[in-house]
C-alpha cells in the first residue's frame, strides 16, 4: 500500500469517528457520500406524496375512507412503512457507502439515487398533489446542493458517529428512564389531564406550537453546549500521556505508529475543538430525543385509550379537529398532538439537564465518549507527525509550552 492510500485509509478512519476537522486533505467522492441522506429524504418524499394521495381531498374525506377496515390497515401500514423505510434505507446506504469508498468507486449508483430525489420526487409531487414540477425540480436541486456542502464541511460524518454512539447507548436508556421517567410522568400524567393545557393547545395553531417545542429544544441544546464545551476544554488539557495507543494497532494508524513513542501534541484549532463538542452535543440530542419521542408516543396512545372525545369538547369548548403530523393526516385528534408535542417537549428538556448532571449516567456515558476522544487525540498527533515528516517525540504536548501551529500542512489533496 502506497504512502498516499495509507494517508487517505486514515483519513477515512477519522471521518469515521466524526472528526472531519482533524483531516487535511480535502473531501472527496462527494457525490457517494451523500448517498445515505438523498435515500432517506427521496424515501421520505416519495411516502409521503403517495398517503397525501390515498388520505381524500378533506377532512371528511378521510374519515369517510378510515370506516373501510381495510383502508385503515393500508394506509397503517404505509404510516409503519414512513416510520421504518427511510431510516432502513439510509442506513443501507452508509453501508454500500462505506464499501464503495475503500473501492473509490459508486458514483453511478449514486448519481442514479441524486436523479430519483431532483427527478422522480417532484414528478410524483405533481401526480400526487398537483403541485408545480418546475419548481420542485428548484426546490429539489437546492436540497441536493445543501447536502453536498454538507458533505463537504463533513457533517454527514458527525451525524453518522453520532447516531452510532447514540444506537450503542440504547442500552443505557433503560437504566436513565428507571430513574428520570417516574417523577417525570408524576408530574406530567397530572398535567395531562388539566383543563388549562387542553386549552392552550387548542387555541395554538400548529407553527406557534413548533415555536414552543423549539424553544424547549433551544434551552437544552445550550445548556448541553455549554456543559459539554467545559468538558472537552478540560479533556483535551488533561490528557497529555499517550493514551490509546493499544488501541490504535489495529487501525490504519498503526503503519504511523513506532514502538511506545507518540507524537508532538500540536494545538487544536478552533474547527476541531467545535468538533469535538458538536460529536458530544449531537448524541446527547439524539438521546434526547429519543426520550422525547417515546413521551410523545406514550402520551397519544394513553390519550386515544383515556381521552373520549366528548371530554376534550367539555374543556376545550368545541369539537376536537382531525390531526396532522409533518402534513400527513392522522385519525387522532389535533388537540391530543398539540398536548402530547407539548409534554414530550418539556420532558426531553427536563432528561437533558438531569443525565448532564447525574453522576452514575456521567460514568456510564460520558466516560467512554471521553476515551473515544482521547484515542482520537493520539491518532490526530500520529496523523500530523506523518503530514509534518516530524519524529516522534516523548516530550509535553506542545499545547502546553505555548508553541504555535504550523499555518498549513503539507501533503494537501
Known amino acids: 500500500m502506497t504512502d498516499e492510500h495509507r494517508i487517505e485509509a486514515v483519513e477515512q478512519w477519522f471521518r469515521r469517528r466524526g472528526l472531519p476537522a482533524v483531516v487535511r486533505g480535502r473531501p472527496a467522492h462527494l457525490l457517494v457520500r451523500t448517498a445515505p441522506a438523498v435515500v432517506f429524504i427521496a424515501a421520505w418524499q416519495l411516502l409521503t406524496a403517495l398517503l397525501s394521495a390515498v388520505d381524500g381531498e378533506t377532512d371528511a374525506d378521510f374519515d369517510r375512507l378510515l370506516e373501510s377496515d381495510l383502508f385503515a390497515l393500508g394506509y397503517g401500514g404505509l404510516l409503519l412503512g414512513l416510520v421504518v423505510l427511510p431510516g432502513l434505507g439510509s442506513w443501507l446506504a452508509a453501508r454500500w457507502v462505506r464499501r464503495k469508498l475503500v473501492e473509490r468507486g459508486g458514483a453511478g449508483p449514486a448519481a442514479a439515487m441524486a436523479a430519483v430525489l431532483v427527478i ?53 436508556l433503560g437504566e436513565l428512564t428507571s430513574r428520570v421517567l417516574p417523577l417525570l410522568l408524576l408530574f406530567t400524567v397530572f398535567g395531562f389531564f388539566t383543563t388549562e393545557i387542553w386549552q392552550v393547545g387548542a387555541a395554538l395553531p400548529r407553527a406557534r406550537m413548533w415555536l414552543v417545542v423549539g424553544l424547549f ?29 493499544d488501541k490504535l494497532r489495529e487501525t490504519p494508524l498503526a503503519s504511523f505508529m513506532t514502538g511506545s513513542e507518540h507524537a508532538e501534541r500540536l494545538p487544536l484549532t478552533k474547527l476541531e475543538r467545535a468538533n469535538m463538542t458538536l460529536v458530544l452535543v449531537l448524541t446527547q440530542v439524539l438521546q434526547t430525543l429519543v426520550v422525547a419521542t417515546v413521551m410523545f408516543v406514550f402520551f397519544v396512545i394513553f390519550g386515544i385509550i383515556a381521552v373520549q372525545h366528548s371530554v376534550i369538547k367539555a374543556w376545550i369548548g368545541r369539537d376536537p379537529t382531525s390531526g396532522t403530523l409533518f402534513g400527513i393526516q392522522l385519525p387522532i385528534p389535533q388537540e391530543l398532538l398539540h398536548v402530547s408535542l407539548f409534554i414530550a417537549a418539556f420532558s426531553g428538556l427536563y432528561f437533558a439537564a438531569s443525565t448532564v448532571t447525574d453522576a452514575k449516567y456521567r460514568s456510564a456515558y460520558f466516560d467512554p465518549l471521553a476515551d473515544h476522544l482521547a484515542v482520537s487525540l493520539v491518532a490526530r498527533d500520529l496523523y500530523l507527525a506523518h503530514l509534518l515528516g516530524e519524529p516522534r517525540r516523548t516530550e509535553p504536548a506542545a499545547e502546553h509550552r505555548g508553541t504555535a501551529p504550523p499555518t498549513e500542512i503539507a501533503g494537501n489533496r
Open 120 to 172: 422522480v420526487v417532484p414528478v410524483a409531487g405533481w401526480v400526487a398533489e398537483g403541485k408545480s414540477v418546475p419548481l420542485g425540480l428548484v426546490i429539489q436541486l437546492a436540497i441536493l446542493a445543501g447536502l453536498f456542502g454538507a458533505a463537504f464541511v463533513g457533517v454527514g460524518s458527525i451525524v453518522g458517529w453520532a447516531l452510532r454512539a447514540a444506537f450503542r447507548q440504547i442500552r443505557l
Open 217 to 245: 429544544a433551544a434551552v437544552a441544546v445550550v445548556f448541553l453546549l455549554a456543559m459539554l464545551k467545559a468538558e472537552v476544554t478540560t479533556l483535551t488539557q488533561s490528557r497529555t500521556v499517550p493514551i490509546g495507543l
